[in-house]
Structure formats: C-alpha cells, structure tokens
C-alpha cells in the first residue's frame, strides 16, 4: 500500500477508477449471467437473498441514481451492480450511471476517502469500533425518521 501514498493524485485516481470500472462492470455481467443461468433451477432462490432484495429496494426507489449512488455506500454496491445485470438494466442507462459513479469512489477514495481509512487504522480497533457504532445508530435513526415520514 506504501505505493498508494506516494502515487500522484492522476495515478491514484486513474488505477482507482479503472479498478473501479472493471469490478462493476464484472459484477454487472455475472448478474446477467447468472439471471440467466439460474431461472427455473433450484438455484432460483439464491436471487432472492436479503441482500440482493435490499439492493433491489435501493435500485427500485433511486432507479438510474441507484448505481452511482451505491458507490457512496458501504456493503451493497457490489449487490447493485449485480441487481442491475439481473434485472438487466438498460446499458445505456447502466454504463453512464456506473461511470459517474465510479468517478465518485475514485476521487472519494484518492483523496479523504483512503486518508480516513489510514487514520482509523492507525488509531486501533476501538476508534474502529466507535465510528461503526455511530454509523449504525445514525443509519437507523434516519431509516425510522423516513418511514414515519412515508
């Protein structure tokens, strides 16, 4: 990782969005494959998973921001991008969408993104624990204040 700190801005944004380009656009390729694959088999029921029905919900409401906003998340952007190529999201509503998102986590993560991610590291597992902790309780507070709000 020690190449990471001393790559120039270009490079680091660059490698992570190529990187970021080809994980998506894999995953979305497999979901299409395997929406193929799996229909009318025993296997069916494994496209109807928590995860894959919550990263379903996130494309329903959010549709064509579904997948650049996914790459703002943590834990579910590798569902939606996977849900989109089940679902068999329009290409030219899906390579738009999975390019500004994927430019979003590149510049997120070549500049304060990975820079946060290395200070927490580095002040241990408690601090780690602390922020996860307060995520959550954001999370569900704001999840309660929509549903009473819908």
């Known amino acids: 990782m020690d190449w990471y700190?001393?790559?120039?801005?270009?490079?680091?944004?660059s490698f992570l969005f190529l990187l970021a380009m080809a994980r998506a656009n894999t995953t979305y390729w497999l979901g299409r494959g395997i929406a193929a694959g799996v229909q009318h088999t025993r296997f069916e029921h494994l496209l109807t998973g928590p995860?894959?029905?919550?990263?379903?919900?996130?494309?329903?409401?959010?549709?064509?921001?579904?997948?650049?906003?996914?790459?703002?998340?943590?834990?579910?952007?590798?569902?939606?991008?996977?849900?989109?190529?089940?679902?068999?999201?329009?290409?030219?509503?899906?390579?738009?969408?999975?390019?500004?998102?994927?430019?979003?986590?590149a510049l997120l993560y070549s500049t304060v993104g990975m820079a946060?991610?290395?200070?927490?590291?580095?002040?241990?597992?408690?601090?780690?624990?602390?922020?996860?902790?307060?995520?959550?309780?954001v999370t569900v507070a704001w999840i309660r204040y929509r549903r009473r709000e819908g």
């Open 5 to 13: 700190k001393d790559a120039p801005f270009g490079w680091a944004f």
């Open 51 to 105: 995860i894959y029905q919550r990263a379903q919900k996130f494309i329903t409401r959010w549709g064509i921001f579904a997948v650049p906003l996914a790459f703002l998340t943590v834990g579910i952007q590798t569902a939606v991008n996977a849900s989109a190529g089940v679902g068999r999201m329009a290409l030219g509503r899906y390579i738009p969408s999975v390019i500004v998102g994927c430019l979003l986590w």
């Open 116 to 137: 946060v991610f290395l200070a927490w590291f580095a002040l241990g597992w408690q601090w780690i624990a602390g922020a996860a902790v307060l995520v959550v309780l």
